[in-house]
């Protein structure tokens, strides 16, 4: 079976910036695989890549096979995807948001009431669903965008960031969803992250991305065993970027002649 | 966790139903119609505020206008004469605001979910056209209703008023396209409103909607026959009051400016989405 995600010798300069550096991975199917990376890493760039948004400049991309170049509608027939920013239609209520998306996907007529009433149920939300989306709670909006996302059922799930801005227990019910996602319907997931702590729970696979490029891919426990005894996932971003993951792109700036490899591991 | 778990894979498995062409281009008019239509349904208070200035335009400007008789209008009452023109400015007023929804959606992260979904930017931009041709109408709507209580004889035949919804939605799916265009453009809310502003009021004096052209002077009867307003009003006085009119020629315009706005705001759609 093909890569859910195959992306190959990707670069994507705005201007004279690259903000992606000839970046190369596989997602395989059903996995959980995480972005890692300060901001200005290219982890959001990456995820517009994918998800249609940017035009490719340099290199391929290919969904479930799809080549994203001649059949960007196929992929996004394929895709499901949050974006960092919470942003939902807050005039409309939150069942007549999730059947906006259901009627975009192309949903058959037929299926879509039940189709809606599964996803709102999945994120915990048919109680509210008959509410103008703008009384909804931060986490309330993160849980109906994932059912916005799944309600056409898609192969890939692609998540920017989904736990920024909300409080622990929100954070815990949307990695909870995810999770669930994978297990029951195998669905992929691509997300970004800065939480080490999240990429740790949540991704069978991690890479590491600093200024644009790849700098380790691997399981978790693999990249960290790696570091020694009790090496933490910031430990094993501080070998391979020279920096934090906390500090911001310019303070990485500085040591990126010494942490110009890139590893493989799993 | 209520729904049944299936095999791993499932979702991977499925194929996703993919429609085309014509038929994608009628679902999606229809989903941002009726999404409109369901945020109208949540709040009614646009509708009312924005029924009071063609109220004032008809109720002042026309009561008074009548009276001193000086604007020649044949044998029809100044009043009816001028009633499908508040109809079309008031849609006006609406459709050339519209770009301020997309931007609004920008800014709120929407845009770019709906540029995710299998939906081409020209598909977008129709159905965003014709949501806000749908509002347009839903106001159209109100103006009638006022200028009927205000004695204004109108046709009441349905297919005429059918006529009337259609002229009403391409007229409004123009200026909307002409509101995203300008979006594309300026990509601010700010901007967008002071353009808005700057325009609407030329739009609507260069028109037909309060006075013949012939009454204009040479440079503005150019303008006025350049501005799709004016055919959207010839027709609807047409269809609403009986006046002679080209339909062929007024439709033919309508709809050509509304093609032209699809494309033109579709183009300038993506500087909205980086």
């Given at each position: 079976m093909s890569d859910a995600i195959s992306i190959s010798h990707v670069t994507y300069r705005f201007g004279d910036h690259v903000a992606v550096d000839d970046l190369s991975l596989e997602v395989h199917p059903g996995e959980i695989f995480g972005l890692l990376g300060p901001n200005g890493a290219g982890k959001t760039t990456t995820i517009r890549l994918v998800n249609t948004l940017l035009p490719l400049q340099d290199g391929d991309v290919h969904v479930y096979g799809h080549d994203l170049r001649h059949e960007a509608m196929a992929v996004r027939r394929r895709l499901g995807y949050v974006p960092q920013q919470l942003s939902i239609e807050g005039a409309l209520t939150g069942r007549e948001n999730v059947m906006w998306f259901a009627r975009l996907f192309d949903v058959p007529r037929a299926e879509r009431a039940e189709r809606v009433d599964e996803v709102l149920a999945m994120v915990d939300l048919t109680e509210s669903a008959g509410r103008l989306a703008s009384t909804y709670s931060g986490g309330m909006v993160r849980r109906l965008e994932l059912a916005q996302a799944l309600v056409n059922r898609p192969a890939v799930l692609v998540l920017d960031e989904p736990t920024v801005g909300l409080d622990p227990v929100a954070r815990d019910s949307v990695w909870h969803r995810v999770s669930e996602m994978q297990e029951h319907y195998g669905t992929t997931v691509l997300l970004t992250t800065h939480y080490m702590e999240e990429a740790d729970a949540l991704c069978d696979r991690v890479a590491l991305m600093h200024l644009g490029r790849l700098r380790a891919v691997g399981r978790p426990d693999e990249l960290k065993a790696a570091q020694g005894e009790g090496a933490s996932l910031e430990d094993v971003f501080r070998a391979f970027t020279g920096g934090d993951l906390a500090e911001n792109e310019k303070g990485g700036l500085r040591n990126v002649r010494s942490a110009r490899r890139t590893v493989r591991l799993g | 966790m209520s729904a049944a778990p299936v095999a791993p894979s499932a979702w991977a498995d499925h194929d996703p139903r993919a429609i085309r062409g014509p038929q994608l281009l009628a679902s999606r008019i229809v989903t941002f119609c009726l999404v409109e239509l369901q945020k109208l349904r949540h709040d009614r208070t646009e509708l009312v505020t924005r029924a009071v200035q063609p109220i004032l335009w008809l109720v002042v400007f026309g009561e008074t206008f009548s009276r001193i008789r000086a604007i020649p209008t044949g044998n029809v009452p100044y009043l009816d004469y001028?009633?499908?023109?508040?109809?079309?400015?008031?849609?006006?007023?609406?459709?050339?605001?519209?770009?301020?929804?997309?931007?609004?959606?920008?800014?709120?992260?929407?845009?770019?979910?709906?540029?995710?979904?299998?939906?081409?930017?020209?598909?977008?931009?129709?159905?965003?056209?014709?949501?806000?041709?749908?509002?347009?109408?839903?106001?159209?709507?109100?103006?009638?209703?006022?200028?009927?209580?205000?004695?204004?004889?109108?046709?009441?035949?349905?297919?005429?008023?059918?006529?009337?919804?259609?002229?009403?939605?391409?007229?409004?799916?123009?200026?909307?396209?002409?509101?995203?265009?300008?979006?594309?453009?300026?990509?601010?809310?700010?901007?967008?409103?002071?353009?808005?502003?700057?325009?609407?009021?030329?739009?609507?004096?260069?028109?037909?909607?309060?006075?013949?052209?012939?009454?204009?002077?040479?440079?503005?009867?150019?303008?006025?026959?350049?501005?799709?307003?004016?055919?959207?009003?010839?027709?609807?006085?047409?269809?609403?009051?009986?006046?002679?009119?080209?339909?062929?020629?007024?439709?033919?315009?309508?709809?050509?400016?509304?093609?032209?706005?699809?494309?033109?705001?579709?183009?300038?759609?993506?500087?909205l989405s980086r």
């Open positions: - | 001028l009633a499908p023109g508040i109809i079309a400015q008031s849609a006006l007023f609406i459709a050339i605001f519209y770009g301020i929804q997309i931007i609004w959606e920008r800014d709120a992260g929407i845009l770019t979910k709906l540029l995710v979904t299998p939906t081409p930017r020209a598909a977008l931009v129709t159905g965003k056209a014709f949501a806000a041709g749908i509002r347009a109408l839903a106001q159209a709507i109100v103006v009638v209703v006022v200028a009927a209580l205000l004695g204004v004889a109108m046709t009441w035949n349905p297919l005429r008023l059918l006529g009337v919804a259609a002229v009403v939605i391409l007229g409004a799916a123009f200026f909307s396209c002409l509101s995203m265009t300008i979006a594309g453009i300026v990509l601010k809310r700010d901007r967008l409103m002071g353009i808005g502003q700057a325009i609407t009021m030329p739009l609507f004096f260069a028109s037909n909607a309060l006075y013949p052209i012939s009454l204009m002077p040479g440079w503005l009867q150019a303008i006025s026959h350049v501005n799709p307003l004016s055919y959207e009003v010839e027709a609807l006085r047409g269809l609403l009051i009986g006046s002679a009119t080209n339909y062929w020629v007024d439709f033919a315009v309508l709809g050509g400016a509304a093609a032209v706005g699809i494309l033109a705001a579709a183009a300038l759609l993506g500087r």
